[in-house]
């Protein structure tokens, strides 16, 4: 792999701005979360994110063809090698359909393969690895179901998650590795041994909260369709009023492997050494969202209705953005949070 050098500073500056810029409008949990991270290694994470992001809204176009999503998918690999091809990007995904703001970041695609251009020659490899597989294990989704997503059993649930965010885990941990002098070998080793669940709990509970929005909006239907027979209901009865207490009963195995998926990640957070502050500023606070919106998704049904979703009050977002990052500075300090979050509403009192 050859690194390629941007033309001149300003094409940096306005890479960085246009990078910077859009990764609130297409997340304002990651948005939040960068912010901690120095330098190369938020560039690269920065990066890694937006690149995702990019594969995520072409595997979701609930328009396009089978073909043309795997085009597509298959020239974004490309991208890795060639920056030509980076280059004429944005003239193919014309046709993309989806959010404005996730349209806007596919259409200029070339600026974040300018940044990833821009970054150490083992993080861009470490990008090109886990990116790769993930947008590989995309497209044998978007085969495997050509008429939209319908997952059947637990097990295929399973591989599905670790495409789409088991990879992130590893990927993530890899940057650790590169970037933190605080990461050993010692602890980078034991660090993948759940990185993947840390990836993949926040998959599953995104996954549990917008039930109803990926079967409206996107035609994909995560939750098994054996799992959901066993309790006399289907995929096409999974938003039907008359099958509510069915699909509720239907969706446990999947928020029994969200908990033990969070405390896996707790598991991980708590691994991270403690030098590495920024990085566990990092981690802890789509966790402990995670925590609160997972406990909210067990009393509810909202994300089993037409239009419905799970939601965090905006109080307690506000509360945990204000405790977290004090937390996260001792092991018993952060497992005391999640506990206090797994059981009631996090508040703070002034």
């Given at each position: 792999?050859?690194?390629?050098?941007?033309?001149?500073?300003?094409?940096?500056?306005?890479v960085?701005?246009?990078?910077?810029?859009?990764?609130?409008?297409?997340s304002?949990?990651?948005?939040?979360?960068?912010?901690?991270?120095?330098?190369?290694?938020?560039?690269?994470?920065?990066?890694?994110?937006?690149?995702a992001?990019?594969?995520?809204?072409?595997?979701?176009?609930?328009?396009?063809?089978?073909?043309?999503?795997?085009?597509?998918?298959?020239?974004?690999?490309?991208?890795?090698?060639?920056?030509?091809?980076?280059?004429?990007?944005?003239?193919?995904?014309?046709?993309?359909?989806?959010d404005?703001a996730?349209?806007?970041?596919?259409?200029?695609?070339?600026?974040?393969?300018?940044?990833?251009?821009?970054?150490?020659?083992?993080?861009?490899?470490?990008?090109?690895?886990?990116?790769?597989?993930?947008?590989v294990?995309?497209?044998?989704?978007?085969?495997?179901?050509?008429?939209?997503?319908?997952?059947?059993?637990?097990?295929?649930?399973?591989?599905?998650?670790?495409?789409?965010?088991?990879?992130?885990?590893?990927?993530?941990t890899?940057?650790?590795?590169?970037?933190s002098?605080?990461?050993?070998?010692?602890n980078?080793?034991?660090?993948?041994?759940?990185?993947?669940?840390?990836?993949?709990?926040?998959?599953?509970?995104?996954?549990?909260?917008?039930?109803?929005?990926?079967?409206?909006?996107?035609?994909?239907?995560?939750?098994?369709?054996?799992?959901?027979?066993?309790?006399?209901?289907?995929?096409?009865?999974?938003?039907?009023?008359?099958?509510?207490?069915?699909?509720?009963?239907a969706?446990?195995?999947?928020?029994?492997?969200?908990?033990?998926?969070l405390?896996?990640?707790?598991?991980?957070?708590?691994?991270?050494?403690?030098?590495?502050?920024?990085?566990?500023?990092?981690?802890?606070?789509?966790?402990?969202?995670?925590?609160?919106?997972?406990?909210?998704?067990?009393?509810?049904?909202?994300?089993?209705?037409?239009?419905?979703?799970?939601?965090?009050?905006?109080?307690?977002?506000?509360?945990?953005?204000?405790?977290?990052?004090?937390?996260?500075?001792?092991?018993?300090?952060?497992?005391?949070?999640?506990?206090?979050?797994?059981?009631?509403?996090?508040?703070?009192?002034?």
């Open positions: 792999m050859v690194q390629i050098a941007l033309e001149s500073p300003l094409d940096r500056r306005d960085n701005r246009f990078c910077q810029e859009i990764l609130p409008q297409v304002r949990t990651f948005a939040l979360s960068i912010r901690f991270l120095p330098g190369q290694l938020g560039r690269a994470v920065l990066c890694g994110y937006l690149l992001r990019i594969a995520d809204t072409i595997e979701d176009d609930p328009k396009a063809s089978v073909a043309a999503k795997s085009a597509l998918l298959d020239q974004l690999v490309d991208c890795f090698e060639d920056s030509s091809l980076a280059d004429r990007y944005a003239q193919h995904t014309q046709s993309v359909t989806g404005p996730h349209l806007e970041l596919v259409h200029q695609t070339h600026q974040v393969f300018t940044l990833y251009r821009s970054l150490p020659l083992q993080s861009q490899q470490t990008l090109q690895r886990w990116l790769t597989e993930m947008i294990g995309m497209k044998k989704f978007v085969n495997l179901y050509p008429n939209g997503i319908r997952i059947k059993t637990l097990e295929e649930y399973k591989e599905y998650c670790y495409y789409v965010a088991g990879t992130v885990g590893y990927l993530l890899d940057l650790w590795y590169e970037h002098p605080f990461v050993s070998q010692e980078y080793e034991l660090l993948r041994k759940t990185c993947a669940e840390f990836g993949e709990a926040l998959q599953t509970v995104n996954i549990l909260k917008d039930i109803a929005w990926d079967a409206e909006h996107e035609n994909s239907i995560y939750i098994p369709q054996d799992a959901l027979q066993a309790h006399g209901s289907s995929h096409e009865t999974l938003l039907d009023p008359s099958h509510l207490e069915q699909n509720h009963a969706i446990k195995s999947l928020v029994e492997l969200a908990w033990t998926d405390d896996k990640s707790t598991d991980y957070l708590t691994a991270l050494p403690h030098g590495s502050i920024a990085i566990r500023l990092f981690c802890i606070l789509p966790l402990v969202f995670a925590y609160a919106t997972l406990r909210d998704i067990t009393r509810s049904t909202a994300m089993l209705t037409s239009g419905g979703n799970v939601k965090i009050t905006r109080s307690e977002v506000k509360a945990l953005i204000i405790i977290s990052p004090l937390t996260a500075i001792a092991n018993g300090l952060v497992r005391s949070l999640i506990q206090s979050v797994r059981q009631r509403a996090f508040c703070l009192w002034f």
